[in-house]
């Protein structure tokens, strides 16, 4: 029988993420990819503000923890200063798709040669299940108590698509946590992100669909269930970006 | 004899950080500091180094907190309204203990404000540069070749603290051309085992971070940093004086104004005023010591500033009540004239006590 192990790419602290939260799975696809493509000693996280700040004691490597929204920047000024490193950002979507939009996009547009791990769960976890930029429509939260009224709240937002139209993204993929097959898709989604910075070729992100049971007032297994049936419909799974054969310049 | 260039301020602030080692600069362009960037530009590249143009004043300091993170010598520069937007940023830095160096080609504000020079942002760089308690080191340059000097130190003393600093320009001394000799001395970058290089396998990863959730943690980190600040204030303290030793009236300005209250001291000497000027060279930590030192001497004081009255407030700390503190100031842009300060040296020594000993 097969043994399952820690992967070297994480540490041994214990996890502060909730029961039934995919953070911890995603953590773990990255530790793996990391180790097998034997980068890790000379990666740099940038880690943001929301659930995962304290990503900072979990991954086996040098990491640096970022302003709310500003980690593509950070991790810019890394990368420039250490171009032979590999850096990657983890970002949830109020960080990444609401107060770091513009560091986002500018990232992605002047082809930053680092790789985004965008987490898109829907809600602002870390403050307590409030609206964010991707919560559905009709979506109950903490500030749209009667739903997610577009009228008055607009539309979620669909980063993938949105950073596949700039010259600069070399990869751009939408994989999600909520089944097996699903996940063994995105731990290669993730690994191919990896490649096209060791490559050279430009910007990767890599947006995983992500579960909140605690502030979605689910059980893990419903909330699994949720993002099968809700948010993959409107955040289509795929590849929307891959230009990590010819790169981006 | 060093060779001797005719350069503008904001020109001399890049070539100096450049022969300071500094490979990294992130930027927005904003008048009137626009000239620092456009040097970088075309300058940075000659030396294998990286000029950036950011998206905005927030993501440029944050680039900065990136490249820092990794041991880097890096600058950003903006001016007024630009600063406010990387307070945040800045706070990050100074609670991360990176070392780096801002500039404040200051305008006149608040707002937009207008593009003529000003010292406005006096309270913004010594008191509150972002949330939380940290602070700056804040050095003032007076003109062209005191620029090269400070900024100099301002990368050597930042690597030694781990605090960042800033340098506290105006439009006019951004934008004056004066005669500049760089000086022969190699930087003194310091010892950087904290930084993210890469854990290579041969230690623990280094960790930069500014979240404490634990109050006493968090009160212990920032203890640990005010005694840095302790040390900076006990041995990093600068300021000129000309002409105290014998003064009435000390006037007390920095940085542009700081010149023109030369001009009207002398005017004053010529009128049998006995007049001299004290000039803070760093605004953080403030020389209250040597300043505090001529109330032995001084019947009073005249600060003059571009604002209306910031750094008068550290002056009647210093002097803390003992003699009176006047205060000039023009704002909007607007610089004092020499015959201005005059005038207020004039009252400001009539208002003097008489009867005292000299």
């Given at each position: 029988?097969?043994e399952?192990?820690r992967?070297?790419?994480?540490?041994?602290?214990?996890?502060h993420?909730?029961?039934?939260?995919?953070?911890?799975?995603?953590?773990?696809?990255?530790?793996?990819?990391?180790?097998?493509?034997?980068?890790?000693?000379?990666?740099?996280g940038?880690v943001?503000?929301?659930?995962?700040?304290?990503?900072?004691?979990?991954?086996?490597?040098?990491?640096?923890?970022?302003?709310?929204?500003?980690?593509?920047?950070?991790?810019?000024g890394?990368?420039?200063?250490?171009?032979?490193?590999?850096?990657?950002?983890?970002?949830?979507?109020?960080?990444l798709?609401?107060i770091?939009?513009?560091?986002?996009?500018?990232a992605?547009?002047?082809?930053?040669n680092i790789?985004?791990i965008?987490?898109?769960n829907?809600?602002?976890?870390?403050t307590?299940?409030?609206?964010?930029?991707?919560?559905?429509?009709?979506?109950?939260?903490?500030t749209?108590?009667?739903?997610?009224?577009?009228?008055?709240?607009?539309?979620?937002?669909?980063?993938?698509?949105?950073?596949?139209?700039?010259?600069?993204?070399?990869?751009i993929e939408?994989?999600?946590?909520?089944?097996?097959?699903?996940?063994?898709?995105?731990?290669k989604?993730?690994?191919?992100a990896?490649?096209?910075?060791?490559?050279?070729?430009?910007?990767s992100m890599v947006?995983?669909?992500?579960?909140c049971?605690?502030n979605?007032g689910?059980?893990?297994v419903?909330?699994?269930?949720?993002?099968k049936?809700k948010?993959?419909?409107?955040?289509?799974?795929?590849?929307?970006?891959?230009?990590t054969?010819e790169?981006?310049f | 004899?060093?060779?001797k260039?005719?350069?503008?301020?904001?020109?001399a602030i890049?070539?100096a950080?450049?022969?300071?080692?500094?490979?990294?600069?992130?930027?927005y362009?904003?008048?009137?500091?626009?000239?620092?960037?456009?040097?970088?530009?075309?300058?940075?590249?000659?030396v294998?180094?990286v000029?950036?143009?950011?998206?905005?004043?927030?993501?440029?300091?944050?680039?900065v907190?990136?490249?820092?993170?990794?041991?880097?010598?890096?600058?950003?520069?903006?001016?007024?309204?630009?600063?406010s937007?990387k307070?945040?940023?800045?706070?990050?830095?100074?609670a991360s203990?990176?070392?780096c160096?801002?500039?404040?080609v200051?305008r006149?504000?608040?707002g937009?404000?207008?593009?003529?020079?000003?010292?406005?942002?006096?309270?913004?760089a010594?008191?509150?540069?972002?949330h939380?308690?940290?602070?700056?080191?804040v050095?003032?340059?007076?003109?062209?070749?005191?620029?090269?000097d400070l900024?100099?130190?301002a990368?050597?003393?930042?690597?030694?603290?781990r605090?960042?600093?800033?340098?506290?320009?105006?439009g006019?001394?951004?934008?004056?051309?004066?005669?500049?000799?760089f000086?022969e001395?190699?930087p003194?970058p310091?010892?950087?085992?904290?930084?993210?290089?890469?854990h290579?396998n041969?230690?623990?990863?280094?960790i930069?971070n500014t979240?404490?959730?634990?109050?006493d943690?968090?009160?212990?980190?920032?203890?640990?940093?005010?005694?840095?600040?302790?040390?900076?204030?006990?041995?990093?303290?600068?300021?000129e004086q000309?002409l105290?030793?014998d003064?009435?009236v000390?006037?007390?300005?920095?940085g542009a104004?700081?010149r023109?209250a030369k001009?009207?001291v002398?005017?004053?000497?010529?009128?049998?005023i006995?007049?001299?000027?004290?000039?803070?060279?760093?605004?953080?930590?403030?020389?209250?010591?040597?300043?505090?030192?001529?109330c032995e001497?001084?019947?009073?004081?005249?600060?003059?500033?571009?604002?209306m009255?910031?750094?008068?407030?550290?002056?009647?700390l210093?002097?803390n009540?003992?003699r009176?503190?006047?205060?000039y100031?023009r704002?909007g842009g607007?610089?004092?004239?020499?015959?201005d300060?005059?005038?207020?040296i004039e009252?400001?020594?009539q208002?003097?006590p008489?009867?005292?000993r000299?």
């Open positions: 029988m097969p399952f192990h992967t070297n790419g994480l540490t041994e602290v214990a996890t993420y909730c029961p039934g939260c995919t953070h911890g799975v995603i953590h773990r696809l990255i530790g793996e990819v990391l180790t097998e493509l034997d980068v890790l000693s000379n990666t740099i940038v943001p503000v929301g659930c995962a700040v304290m990503a900072y004691d979990y991954f086996n490597c040098d990491c640096v923890q970022a302003p709310h929204g500003r980690a593509p920047a950070v991790a810019t890394v990368k420039r200063a250490l171009p032979d490193a590999t850096v990657f950002t983890y970002q949830g979507d109020g960080d798709a609401a770091g939009t513009a560091e986002t996009v500018h992605a547009t002047r082809g930053e790789t985004v965008f987490v898109n829907a809600i602002y976890g870390m307590g299940g409030q609206m964010a930029p991707t919560t559905l429509p009709g979506q109950v939260t903490q749209t108590p009667e739903g997610r009224d577009v009228h008055r709240a607009g539309f979620p937002v669909r980063m993938s698509e949105m950073l596949a139209t700039l010259d600069g993204a070399a990869y939408r994989v999600s946590m909520d089944s097996v097959p699903h996940i063994r898709t995105a731990k989604a993730i690994r191919k990896f490649e096209t910075q060791l490559a050279g070729k430009g910007f947006e995983v669909l992500s579960t049971p605690t979605w689910m059980s893990p419903d909330a699994l269930e949720w993002v049936e948010m993959i419909p409107y955040y289509p799974l795929g590849v929307y970006k891959d230009r054969k790169g981006v | 004899m060093p060779q260039f005719l350069m503008k301020g904001n020109e890049a070539e950080a450049i022969r300071a080692g500094c490979r990294f600069f992130f930027g362009p904003i008048t009137p500091q626009t000239e620092v960037a456009a040097y970088m530009a075309k300058r940075m590249p000659e294998n180094g000029y950036l143009q950011a998206e905005s004043e927030v993501a440029a300091i944050n680039m907190l990136g490249a820092a993170s990794t041991g880097a010598r890096v600058m950003t520069s903006s001016s007024s309204p630009g600063i937007l307070s945040e940023g800045i706070s990050y830095i100074a203990d990176l070392p160096v801002i500039i404040n200051q006149a504000g608040p937009l404000g207008g593009i003529q020079p000003s010292q406005a942002d006096y309270f913004q010594t008191r509150g540069l972002g939380g308690d940290f602070h700056l080191m050095f003032a340059p007076a003109g062209v070749q005191e620029i090269t900024v100099a130190q990368f050597d003393l930042s690597d030694r603290y605090v960042p600093a800033l340098i506290l320009a105006d006019m001394i951004g934008q004056m051309m004066e005669p500049v000799a000086s001395q190699s003194h310091a010892e950087k085992p904290w930084a993210l290089t890469g290579r041969q230690r623990r990863p280094n930069i979240l404490h959730l634990s109050p943690k968090l009160e212990q980190t920032v203890i640990e940093r005010f005694a840095r600040y302790d040390s900076i204030c006990a041995n990093e303290t600068l300021c000309m105290t030793d003064a009435d000390v006037v007390v300005a920095y104004a700081s023109i001009a009207a002398r005017a004053a000497r010529e009128k049998g006995r007049a001299g000027l004290f000039r803070p060279i760093t605004l953080w930590p403030y020389p209250s010591a040597a300043l505090a030192a001529l001497t001084t019947k009073a004081f005249l600060c003059v500033e571009m604002s009255g910031q750094m008068v407030e550290d002056v009647r210093a002097v009540g003992r009176p503190v006047e205060f100031g704002t607007n610089v004092p004239h020499p015959n300060i005059l005038q207020a009252s400001a020594a208002m003097a008489q009867n005292e000299r």
